[in-house]
């Protein structure tokens, strides 16, 4: 039990990775506040597997990237939770396309789910993070951000805008003993990558060292650790799970 009486809010947890950093967080006796946008019945499974361990959880229907449903929903959590020392910045989308041929709006929507989603989660949050005696951003963000990947301008810019993000806010709450580290997940089986061409896939498996895609439970252990005294000593970093595919 890592993170017994904290309270983590996640984004875009009712499935995938964030869902998997939910149970995971859950397991370790954290309540969570679980943000999602589009299925709700999916969410309301989630929250029911997340009572299982014993915790509060709720859900709440919010749309990462408007400012207004970002800060309403935050004070709506504290109000219901009292206050909150972990946020993880999960919620992220795809639209990719060749340079040549991106639009304006995919362009757009890309940054403003993954990156502008994160600061106004962090915006909202960040006063009741730094009362906690151990508050933690975590933000994921991809090796897409590091080193680039054709097809990805959009997405690639958003995720290596979150590692700027996730550095500044490192050192701008440091002082207040919050830690702010991101992680980079390489290829990873969920929803995002279910669309892949077996090809792809196929190409993937070979050219990762470790011979596989990555599971989100495997995501959610590297999660436990920067959310939890673990990590005390530990921020502004990034750590790469991709199983070797950017050494
Ligand atoms: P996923 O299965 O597609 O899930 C994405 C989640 O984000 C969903 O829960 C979705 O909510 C939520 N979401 C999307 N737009 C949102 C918005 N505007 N406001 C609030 N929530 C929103 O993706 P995943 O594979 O688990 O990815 C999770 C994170 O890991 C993303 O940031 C992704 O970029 C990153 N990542 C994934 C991989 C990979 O291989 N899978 C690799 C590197 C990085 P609903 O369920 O309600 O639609």
Redesign the pocket.
Known sequence: MFLGNKTAVI?????????AIALKFAENGANIAL?????SA??EQTKAELQGFGVKAEIYN????DWGSAKSTCDAVIKEFGSVDIAVN?????RDQLLLRMSEEDFDAVLN??LK?AFNIIRHLSRSIMKSPAGRFIN?????GMMGNAGQAN?SAS?AGLIGLTKTVAKEFASKGVTCNAI??????????AGLPQSVKEQVNAAVPLKR??E?EE?ANLAVFFASELSSYITGEIIKIDGGMYI
């Open positions: 984004t875009g947890a009712s499935r995938g990775i964030g869902k943000i999602y946008i589009g299925d999916e969410a919010c749309d990462v990237s999960n919620a992220g989308i795809i789910v993954n989603g994921i963000t991809s090796v897409s997405y995720k980079a997940p390489g290829f990873i089986e969920t929803d995002m990558t895609m990555g989100a995501v």
